[in-house]
């Protein structure tokens, strides 16, 4: 069974940095294409980073030059590194594993707040 634990959300200011951690159970980890989601009220969960198993990134143009996502196979755990965050980035944020065209695994999110 395949589970995603999201963790190191939390409130920060303006300008300020945060670093997201997802866990993944299972041994599906080192094919998976990751990627990090975000969804603020009243809005659609949207794209914010993927990375695919070979490493190679892709960003929301919001983001770009802020967000850096990363992986580590050996422990099983993607990461989001959250620099220069802004009020506009609070949501919340999910962790997604893909494999292939079908199969698809959710975190339960982590609330990440950018106060003005």
């Known amino acids: 069974q395949v589970q995603l634990v999201e963790s190191g959300g939390g409130v920060v200011q303006a300008g300020g940095s945060l670093r997201l951690s997802c866990a993944v159970s299972g041994t599906i980890f080192s094919i998976a294409a990751m990627g990090w989601y975000r969804q603020a009220p009243g809005n659609q969960r949207e794209l914010v980073a993927t990375i695919a198993s070979g490493g190679s990134t892709d960003y929301a143009d919001s983001v770009k030059g802020r967000f850096t996502i990363s992986r580590n196979n050996a422990k099983n755990t993607v990461y989001l590194e959250m620099n220069s965050l802004k009020p506009e980035d609070t949501a919340v944020y999910y962790c997604?594993?893909?494999?292939?065209?079908?199969?698809?695994?959710w975190g339960q999110g982590t609330q990440v707040t950018v106060s003005s």
């Open positions: 997604r594993a893909a494999i292939g065209p079908i199969y698809r695994y």
